[in-house]
C-alpha cells in the first residue's frame, strides 16, 4: 500500500528552527508537496520538490531524497504565526496526491 | 478575484438526506478535486475532473457522486447521507497540468446525525 508517515505533532520556540520530517512510500513519484493549514482553514501550497536536494524559499526550505524516501521541512526564525500543521503529501504514478495525516506544530515564546 | 468558493461553510444533516456541497472556481483552471479531511488521517481524495464534462473516481467515491458541466462549477452530492460522511470536505483545483499546485477552497464542515 501507500504510505506518507510524519510525526503527529512538534513543539518548538518562537526564534528557533525545526525540522518537519516525512518519509514515504508510494507506487511512483512524481514530484512531493508542503502545504501549510492554519487551524480551521485550508491548506495553503509551501514548496514542490521533484529533485534530490534542497530548495530554499525565505524562512523555509525543503530538502528531498528519492532513493531514501525522505523529506524535510526547514522552518527558520520561527514566529508565533507558524503556529499550524503541515502536511506533507506525493504525487504517485497516476498523478494523484497521497497525503499524510499532517504535523501540528507548536511555538511557544 | 475569489479564487474558490465553497458552500455551504457549515451543515448538520440528518441521516439518509440528500445534499450537494457547492465549489466554483473563477482561475479558468481545468482540473478541480474533491477531499475529505478527519481527524488523524490525511487529506482523502473523493473524486476529480480532469476537465470539463470529465470526472473520475478518488480513493473514497463510495456515497458521492460529482458531475462536472462546465469549467467553473464542480458540486459534490451525498445522495443518502451517513454519520461516517460527517467530515470537512475541501475542493480544490489547479491548471490541469499533472504536476501543478493544488489550491484548496475554504472547506465545508458536515456533520451528518
Known amino acids: 500500500g501507500q504510505n506518507i508517515d510524519q510525526p503527529t505533532e512538534m513543539t518548538a520556540t518562537e526564534g528557533a528552527i525545526v525540522q518537519i520530517n516525512c518519509t514515504y512510500q508510494?507506487?511512483?513519484?512524481?514530484?512531493l508537496f508542503w502545504y501549510q493549514q492554519h487551524a480551521g482553514e485550508a491548506p495553503t501550497f509551501l514548496s514542490y520538490?521533484?529533485l534530490d536536494g534542497l530548495e530554499e524559499k525565505g524562512r523555509f526550505s525543503s530538502f528531498l531524497s528519492r532513493s531514501k524516501g525522505y523529506s524535510y521541512l526547514l522552518l527558520k526564525e520561527l514566529q508565533m504565526k507558524d503556529s499550524a500543521s503541515y502536511l506533507c503529501a506525493v504525487m504517485d504514478s497516476n498523478y494523484q496526491l497521497i497525503w499524510g495525516a499532517g504535523t501540528k506544530l507548536i511555538i511557544k515564546p | 478575484i475569489a479564487g474558490i468558493t465553497q458552500a455551504p461553510t457549515s451543515q448538520i444533516l440528518a441521516a439518509g438526506r440528500r445534499m450537494t456541497l457547492r465549489c466554483t472556481q473563477d482561475m479558468r483552471h481545468n482540473a478541480m478535486y474533491w477531499y475529505r479531511q478527519d481527524l488523524g488521517l490525511g487529506l482523502r481524495l473523493i473524486h476529480y475532473s480532469n476537465t470539463a464534462g470529465t470526472t473520475g473516481k478518488g480513493e473514497v467515491p463510495d456515497g458521492y457522486s460529482v458531475s462536472r458541466a462546465n469549467t467553473d462549477d464542480f458540486p459534490l452530492t451525498l445522495a443518502s447521507a451517513v454519520p461516517s460522511q460527517t467530515s470537512v470536505y475541501f475542493c480544490?483545483?489547479?491548471?490541469?497540468?499533472?504536476?501543478?499546485?493544488?489550491?484548496f477552497g475554504p472547506g465545508t464542515r458536515l456533520t451528518v446525525l
Open positions: 520538490n521533484v
Open positions: 480544490a483545483s489547479s491548471s490541469g497540468i499533472p504536476t501543478d499546485t493544488q489550491y
Open positions: 508510494t507506487s511512483g513519484f512524481n514530484g
